[in-house]
C-alpha cells in the first residue's frame, strides 16, 4: 500500500522539496507526538465484593509491568525499551514510538489491600481489589411499623 499526501493544489514555487520535507517533519513528528496522550485509558468499576480497574495497554508484555502498593495509593507503571536498529538497515522514517508510563491510584478505606490480583489479557491490565467483609454492602428488610 503507497501512501500519498496531497496537498490540495498548494506549491511552494521558490522549492517545493524544502516545503514537503519540512512539512511532513512539523505535521508527522511534533504535532503527533503531542496529542497522543502517555498514559493508558482506565475503567474503574466497583460490585459488591470488589472493585476492578482496568487499563488499555496493547503491545506490552506482563514483565513490562510494575505494580506497587503504598499506604493507600496502587501505582501502575510500565516502560518498553526502544529494540536495537539491525544492521545494515536504512530508515528514511521510523514511527515505533516506546514510552512509559505511571498511573496511581488513591484507594478506598474498604479496599482490603492484601487482596489484590492482576491480570494482563489481549492488551487490557485489569487489577480486582476486594472489598473488607464490614464494607460489603449489607442488606436486610426493614419492617414498616
Same mark, same amino acid.
Not at 13 to 29: A, C, E, G
Not at 38 to 66: M, Q, Y
Given at each position: 500500500? !503507497?501512501?500519498v499526501? +496531497?496537498n490540495?493544489? @498548494? #506549491?511552494?514555487?521558490?522549492?517545493?522539496w +524544502?516545503s514537503? *520535507?519540512?512539512?511532513s517533519?512539523?505535521?508527522?513528528?511534533?504535532?503527533?507526538?503531542?496529542?497522543? !496522550? %502517555?498514559?493508558? $485509558? *482506565?475503567?474503574? $468499576?466497583e460490585?459488591?465484593?470488589?472493585?476492578?480497574?482496568?487499563l $488499555? *495497554?496493547?503491545?506490552l508484555? %506482563?514483565?513490562? +509491568?510494575?505494580?506497587n502498593?503504598?499506604?493507600?495509593?496502587?501505582?501502575?507503571? $510500565?516502560?518498553? #525499551?526502544?529494540q536495537?536498529v539491525e544492521q545494515?538497515k536504512?530508515?528514511?522514517?521510523?514511527?515505533?514510538? =516506546?514510552?512509559? +508510563?505511571?498511573?496511581?491510584?488513591?484507594l478506598?478505606e474498604?479496599?482490603d489491600?492484601?487482596?489484590?490480583?492482576? @491480570? =494482563?489479557?489481549d492488551? *487490557?491490565?485489569?487489577?480486582?481489589?476486594?472489598? #473488607?467483609?464490614e464494607?460489603?454492602? @449489607?442488606?436486610?428488610?426493614?419492617a414498616?411499623k
Amino acid at each position: 500500500m !503507497t501512501l500519498v499526501k +496531497f496537498n490540495n493544489g @498548494q #506549491k511552494n514555487v521558490v522549492n517545493p522539496w +524544502f516545503s514537503d *520535507v519540512f512539512d511532513s517533519l512539523i505535521n508527522d513528528s511534533i504535532l503527533n507526538d503531542r496529542l497522543v !496522550t %502517555k498514559t493508558p $485509558a *482506565v475503567n474503574i $468499576a466497583e460490585t459488591e465484593n470488589e472493585f476492578h480497574i482496568e487499563l $488499555a *495497554v496493547p503491545g506490552l508484555k %506482563k514483565e513490562d +509491568f510494575k505494580i506497587n502498593l503504598e499506604k493507600n495509593v496502587l501505582s501502575v507503571s $510500565a516502560e518498553k #525499551k526502544a529494540q536495537d536498529v539491525e544492521q545494515g538497515k536504512r530508515y528514511s522514517k521510523r514511527e515505533y514510538s =516506546y514510552h512509559s +508510563f505511571v498511573r496511581s491510584f488513591t484507594l478506598p478505606e474498604s479496599a482490603d489491600y492484601a487482596k489484590i490480583n492482576a @491480570q =494482563y489479557v489481549d492488551g *487490557v491490565l485489569k487489577l480486582d481489589l476486594a472489598k #473488607k467483609e464490614e464494607a460489603k454492602m @449489607q442488606s436486610r428488610e426493614i419492617a414498616v411499623k
